[in-house]
């Protein structure tokens, strides 16, 4: 999905300035406890699903819209599992942002996963234990508090 119309319209606004804002991201296990990553086209490193909540929308729906659009799968969440706060991005347009992101788990229903949008390279679930080596930090972090197995969400104390 291309950037939203709402975040257009702010860096018509303010440009390449700082903006924050509230994203989602979620952790796709499959009946073999595989993860499903994406390899993203803006820095070519692998990645949990994630997007930027639109003004209004609820943050499971959100993520369950997500993992359809970038990967053509259909999830059911299964629990928040932790929140936290990017440090500082900066893209490739000069564009500076930093996320509030809520993660999830989930579970896949159906599907195959394919790259169904132009912000993945590819698509591809991955071994617990055989993680590509050029993974997001942000998202080794969401896997890891998401397979930890704690009933509660984890955050920044």
Known sequence: MPVPDFVLELRSKIGHGPLWLSGV?????????????T???DNG???VVSGILEPGEEPGPTALREVR?????VAELIRLTSVDVTAPIVYPNG???QYLD???????????AHVADDENLEVRWFSIQDLPENLTPTSLLRIEKALAGNVETWFAR
């Open 102 to 112: 809520l993660c999830f788990l989930a579970q896949f229903v159906s599907g195959d």
């Open 39 to 41: 390899r993203r086209a």
């Open 95 to 97: 564009d500076h942002t």
């Open 45 to 47: 490193r692998w990645a």
């Open 69 to 73: 659009e970038e990967t053509g799968i």
């Open 25 to 37: 991201s979620v952790v796709v296990l499959d009946d073999a406890d595989r993860i499903l990553l």
